[in-house]
Every structure is written in C-alpha cells, then in structure tokens.
C-alpha cells in the first residue's frame, strides 16, 4: 500500500518557521540578513515534504519545491500582517512618531515631504489606533516578499536534499 502523502503539511511547517521568526522579539532580527528567516522557512517546508516521500516513489522536483516556499509565504505574510495589526491596535505608542523623535535625537531632518506624510501617518495612528495606509502599505509588501524569499528557500531545500538523495544512492 502507497504511503498517503500530505501537502499541506510542508506548507504549514514553513509557515509557522516564518511567522515564529518574523514575530519573535530578538529573534526576528534574523530577517535582517536578507531574509534569512524566511528563507529557512521554506528550506524547512521542502525538507518536511521531502521527509515524506522519502521512502516512496515519488520524486522531489523543483516545482514541488517553489509551490511549497510560495504557499508558505503567502499564508505567513497574511498572518503576520495580522499578528502586526493586532499588536499595534493594542500598544498604547504611537511608533510613527517614536520614530519621528528619535530621528529628532540623532539630529536627522527629514524633507519637509516625508514629514508631511509622516504627520499623516501619525494622525492615523491617534484616530484609529492603528495606520490603514502603514497596513495596506506592510501587507502588499509582505505578500511580495515572503513568497519570493520563500521561493528561494525552497529551491535550496530541493538542491540539498537531491544532493542528499544521489549521495546515498549506492551505484550498481
């Protein structure tokens, strides 16, 4: 009897690696190296893909492998663009205008356009207790990123583990 294989799983797997590093004080600085954490979410999500099929007849190719990284992007760009809105909702600091003053601190003039558009930002912040623009504005981005630095993970976690596989093979 074939062994039932879940793809669902692998994509769970690689999102929840993504979101736990992306939301985890300290340890989100991760992403801060080219996205590594997201990246090691979708080497995660193949790798558990590839757990599973290890001992059938299915081949791990590449688009198994993009498709994995994608969809695990995706579904953490979602969650932690939620995860984000809700904390800030919840904060009782306005970080648009921390930010304001502490680049007051460091003796950094903005141009008179971005303190504008800050200002805005701000006033949304004190009106809604969040910024619908920041929120549009980080989600869009994370939807773009997170597949694509979860693309790139994946397609490691194909080459290693098909490193693995043909190291293993015992040539006849």
Same mark, same amino acid.
């Given at each position: 009897?074939?062994?039932?294989?879940?793809?669902?799983?692998?994509? %769970?797997?690689?999102?929840?690696?993504?979101?736990? #590093?992306?939301?985890? !004080?300290?340890?989100?600085?991760?992403?801060?190296?080219?996205?590594?954490?997201?990246?090691?979410?979708?080497?995660?999500?193949?790798?558990?893909?590839?757990?599973?099929?290890?001992?059938?007849?299915?081949?791990?190719?590449?688009?198994?492998?993009?498709? %994995?990284?994608?969809?695990?992007?995706?579904?953490?760009?979602?969650?932690?663009?939620?995860?984000? #809105?809700?904390?800030?909702?919840?904060?009782?600091? +306005?970080?648009?205008?921390?930010?304001?003053?502490?680049?007051?601190?460091?003796?950094?003039?903005? !141009? !008179?356009?971005? +303190?504008?558009?800050? +200002?805005?930002?701000?006033?949304?912040? +004190?009106?809604?207790?969040?910024?619908?623009?920041?929120?549009?504005?980080?989600?869009?981005?994370?939807?773009?990123?997170?597949?694509?630095?979860?693309?790139?993970?994946?397609?490691?976690?194909?080459?290693?583990?098909?490193?693995?596989?043909?190291?293993?093979?015992?040539?006849?």
């Amino acid at each position: 009897m074939e062994k039932k294989i879940n793809r669902l799983a692998p994509v %769970i797997w690689g999102s929840s690696v993504m979101t736990a #590093i992306s939301v985890l !004080p300290l340890i989100n600085f991760i992403n801060l190296f080219f996205c590594a954490g997201i990246v090691i979410g979708g080497y995660i999500g193949v790798i558990s893909y590839y757990r599973q099929i290890h001992d059938t007849s299915v081949r791990l190719t590449y688009k198994d492998g993009v498709i %994995i990284g994608i969809l695990s992007g995706i579904l953490s760009a979602v969650t932690v663009s939620g995860i984000n #809105i809700i904390m800030l909702m919840y904060s009782k600091a +306005n970080p648009v205008t921390e930010t304001m003053s502490m680049l007051g601190e460091f003796g950094k003039n903005l !141009p !008179p356009e971005v +303190n504008t558009q800050m +200002n805005k930002l701000a006033d949304e912040f +004190n009106k809604y207790g969040f910024s619908p623009t920041l929120a549009i504005f980080t989600f869009i981005s994370n939807i773009i990123i997170y597949p694509l630095f979860g693309a790139i993970g994946a397609l490691l976690g194909v080459t290693i583990a098909e490193k693995r596989r043909k190291d293993t093979v015992i040539p006849s």
